[in-house]
Every structure is written in structure tokens, then in C-alpha cells.
């Protein structure tokens, strides 16, 4: 399957794409991702777009993930760009996601690492998600959106084909963003903070001005993760 048929799967045409992040425990502890394969269970009938995994999560659910595509999360910390590329691609992964920290003292190293997995993941027709975080992700006040329009820009520039975004922290207009990124944008759902609705509330003033969204905790850490998907796909149906 070529780059742009890859990228039309997770991103379907006409409707915003809704992707469920389930690789939190690459990071910190998840005890709603115990067991994957169950959270996976429960959402095998619901209208998401594919998954976010680590390749370990992805090779153990793998019965459980009903043909969807998936997005594997890597980090170059101890591989090399090639290796991480042709285990993505052995996998059958639909793309790549890497994180990159602009207006951090990780800032060089992590575009560096986003260029070179750019250049593989290329060869190989695979597509790349940049998660854009200025200042890494307990800097909210770097959030702003003159950074996260340059970042993601930047990010674009560097070979991403997607990218991943937190809410501007200052309040300002996601289209800044959005129209001067030259790729599609997804907003990140992060932590909880609050219940469902507040939530929703933050889609419908948001949502209308991206592509999409990649949510993880709000979805797995719902005794009922596919009542959550099915009220995420409702708001987002009626703003697309």
C-alpha cells in the first residue's frame, strides 16, 4: 500500500478522523491499558479511524485490533531511523509517530531525529506524524500559537505529513495554526481534565478548526470506551 492510500486511511476524506491513542504507558503508568486487548475488545465495533501504539502493544494486540490502521509511536533513543522504519513496515503500521520539543533544549535533537525518520520513512512509502510540543509538554505557557504555527511549519518542513498538536495554551486561533501548516493538523486530547462533557465542550469550540483528533485518555480510561468514541464522532460529525 502506497504513502497516499496509507494517509487516506487514517484520514478519510469528507469527516474528521478520530485516532485512539493507546501508548501512554511508553511514558507513564496507564492501568486502564493493563490489558490492551480489552480495551481493544470493547472498541472493535466503534467508528474510530485507527490506533496509536507502541510496536511492543501493537505485536501483543494484534488479534484485537479488527484490520484497523495503526499509527506505531517510536521514540530514536536507542534505534537508529532505519531500523525503526523497516520494524513499522514489517509490522504493516500505516505510519509513524515521533515527538519533537521546538523551543526546548531537545529542540536540535529531536528534528534531527524527525528529518532522518523523514527520509526512511519515505523510501518506504510510510507516513510520518510529527507530535509537535513546544517546550515538551509541562510547558504549557510555550503552547502559544505564534509556536505552535512556527512548529509546526517547521515540522513540515523537516518531512512530517501529519501533525499532532496540544490547544493553544494563550487562547488564540487554531486557523493561525492550521493554515500555515501545509500538512493536516489532529489536536491531542492530553490528560483529563474533567469529565466527558467538558471534554465535548472543548471539541465543539475547537474541532471545527482541524483535521481531526488523536484521544487516548478520556477513551481508555472509560469503563465504556466506545460510548465515549460514538459522543466524540457525533460532535465531530456535526462541526466537520
Known amino acids: 500500500m502506497g504513502r497516499l492510500l496509507k494517509l487516506h486511511r487514517l484520514l478519510p476524506s469528507g469527516r474528521k478522523a478520530l485516532i485512539v491513542a493507546m501508548d501512554q504507558p511508553r511514558a507513564i ?16 465495533l466503534a467508528d474510530v479511524d485507527g490506533y496509536l501504539l507502541t510496536l511492543g502493544t501493537a505485536r501483543h494486540a494484534e488479534s484485537h485490533l479488527a484490520g484497523r490502521p495503526v ?7 536507542s534505534q537508529g531511523p532505519q531500523e525503526v522504519v523497516e520494524q513499522a513496515v514489517a509490522f504493516g503500521a500505516s505510519a509513524l509517530k515521533y515527538e519533537v520539543f521546538p523551543y526546548s533544549d531537545r529542540e ?7 528529518e532522518a525518520l523523514a527520509a526512511h520513512a519515505d523510501r ?11 517546550g515538551g509538554f ?5 503552547h502559544t500559537t505564534a509556536n505552535l504555527r512556527d512548529s509546526v511549519r517547521r515540522a513540515a518542513e523537516a518531512g512530517a ?3 499532532k498538536i496540544p490547544p493553544p495554551s494563550d487562547g488564540g486561533s487554531l486557523t493561525e495554526v492550521t493554515e500555515y501548516a501545509s500538512v493536516p493538523v489532529l489536536l491531542l486530547g492530553g490528560a483529563r481534565k474533567g469529565g466527558l462533557q467538558d471534554a465535548l465542550a472543548r471539541v465543539r469550540q475547537l ?5 481531526g483528533l488523536v484521544f487516548g485518555r478520556y477513551v481508555v480510561e472509560d469503563p465504556e470506551p466506545a460510548t465515549v468514541v460514538s459522543a466524540l464522532r457525533e460532535v465531530l460529525d456535526s462541526i466537520g
Not at 71 to 77: A, C, N, R
Not at 207 to 211: H, L
Open 161 to 163: 505529513d501529519i501533525a
Open 207 to 211: 474541532g471545527a478548526f482541524v483535521d
Open 108 to 114: 536540535g535533537a529531536t528534528m534531527r531525529g524527525l
Open 29 to 44: 503508568y496507564s492501568g486502564a491499558l493493563a490489558d490492551p486487548g480489552r480495551v481493544l475488545d470493547k472498541l472493535r
Open 124 to 134: 518506504w512509502g510510510l507516513p510520518l506524524m510529527a507530535e509537535v510540543v513546544p
Open 71 to 77: 499509527v506505531i509511536s517510536v521514540s530514536q533513543d
Open 138 to 142: 509541562d510547558e504549557v505557557a510555550l
